[in-house]
């Protein structure tokens, strides 16, 4: 999670140590959306398409009105009612979080943070039978311990609550009811509660999963990035245990991504449980049939029989058809042209995923030139057999366009966890191949 750049807080949401927490119907909170770098643009309008934001006609500020809704490094910032930190946990597939933001201030020093934590009312957010962790970040700051820093903000928390009720809340590090969020910048502090919980990209439904399995708010990225709408076919042809194809199923039946899991806000005292049940049941009825096939293959039958049981998990299992084949093999599953996306594990996400550690450097080489023949062979295929369709491939390797033989239209860089990856557009022209094969090598 990174902070807004700069430890930037939206105008006027700021709240101000001392003062009583905003109430949950009419007042605004100020709201932070971390999401993967490379996201931001995308989460923005996702944001916008949510809260039914319309661009602002004078075209200043934050372009969205009053919302001062903007995409910054890291995330997105606004400043929205309760209502609508519901409808970002309920419907974002993008951000990882919903934060609110509870105090920004400067500081020098640990005692600086623990004032400036000891100021915020907790007490408005939830009572002592909850329990709680402080989760820390920095970034350039000056202290020397995270941990000593986090400590002094848990001591302050639990103190306020000790000298206004005699009762403090437990410390919980494993399954905490309120999650307590920190960033340490060079020279101001930001701290946040937590209205999620579990991180977003847990949507409920992926309870088997292979190795390196890619998360779920990758693969929402990776079609907002393609533009796929679900107006035409879309093909992974290595699927794995399912998760953009399931990702693509839901958005393309329009299911809430939240509506299997719980969340952080249902402990806070602001939580109101028929205004949450009216928001799910809204979501539940806006269901919708796709109107477009989705198909996933993959060489392990293994693995399909683990997107077929979380497709079922996830609602969508008589909307994705899924099959077992190897991907070089495998023909165009509809007649209409499609698209093709898909996250090929090999290389640097094999290796961490732990098959290929360090010490192995043989091995990964080998791994890398297999997986180079294999792209290549896997070009040859599409060229010969997918004309018309447009093909999606996230990969680490920045040769791989050369690998492929192929030039790709469009290069989105975007990250795999540490893994910097790109998102490379290939567009598969009818005759290629044979012109290809007519030149020789």
Not at 120 to 143: C, G, M, N, Y
Not at 188 to 195: G, K, R
Request: net charge positive.
């Amino acid at each position: 999670m990174r902070p807004p750049h700069g430890g930037q807080v939206p105008r006027g949401a700021a709240h101000r140590p001392g003062q009583p927490a905003q109430g949950p119907v009419s007042d605004a909170f100020p709201l932070f959306l971390p999401c993967a770098a490379g996201v931001e643009a995308y989460l923005e309008s996702e944001v916008a398409r949510i809260l039914g934001l319309a661009p602002s006609p004078s075209g200043g500020g934050s372009g969205w009105g009053r919302s001062d809704l903007r995409a910054v490094r890291g995330g997105v910032q606004l400043t929205a009612d309760w209502n609508a930190v519901l409808r970002l946990n309920l419907h974002s597939r993008l951000t990882q979080r919903v934060l609110v933001q509870l105090a920004h201030l400067p500081y020098r020093g640990e005692q600086d943070l623990y004032e400036a934590a000891s100021a915020v009312p907790w007490e408005d957010w939830f009572t002592a039978r909850e329990s709680f962790k402080i989760e820390l970040t920095a970034q350039h700051s000056p202290l020397k311990s995270l941990n000593f820093a986090a400590l002094r903000i848990k001591d302050a928390v639990a103190d306020r609550f000790r000298n206004r009720g005699g009762v403090r809340p437990d410390v919980d590090t494993q399954r905490p009811a309120v999650r307590i969020f920190g960033h340490l910048a060079a020279e101001t502090a930001t701290l946040y509660i937590d209205t999620s919980g579990e991180p977003l990209f847990k949507r409920g439904w992926r309870e088997d999963k292979g190795e390196a399995p890619l998360k779920e708010t990758l693969a929402a990225a990776m079609l907002a990035a393609s533009g796929w709408d679900g107006s035409v076919p879309l093909y992974d042809p290595c699927c794995g245990s399912g998760t953009i194809v399931i990702e693509a199923a839901q958005l393309a039946c329009n299911i809430a991504p939240g509506l299997l899991r719980r969340f952080c806000f249902e402990r806070l005292r602001l939580h109101a449980a028929p205004q949450w049940a009216a928001l799910k049941a809204e979501a539940q009825a806006a269901r919708r049939a796709p109107a477009a096939p989705i198909f996933g293959s993959d060489v392990a039958f293994r693995m399909v029989d683990f997107a077929q049981r979380n497709a079922q998990r996830a609602g969508v299992a008589d909307v994705v058809q899924l099959r077992g084949g190897d991907a070089l093999q495998r023909m165009p599953p509809s007649e209409t042209p499609g698209m093709l996306l898909l996250n090929p594990p090999y290389g640097e996400r094999i290796e961490a995923g732990g098959i290929a550690g360090p010490g192995r450097g043989g091995r990964e080489r080998a791994q890398m030139e297999q997986a180079g023949d294999f792209f290549a062979q896997l070009a040859s295929h599409w060229k010969r057999n997918y004309a018309g369709w447009t093909a999606w491939v996230l990969s680490p390797d920045a040769r791989l366009p050369g690998r492929m033989r192929l030039k790709e239209s469009r290069r989105i860089p975007m990250w795999n966890g540490p893994i910097e990856c790109r998102l490379l557009r290939f567009d598969m022209v009818a005759g290629s191949a044979r012109s290809r094969d007519a030149a020789g090598p």
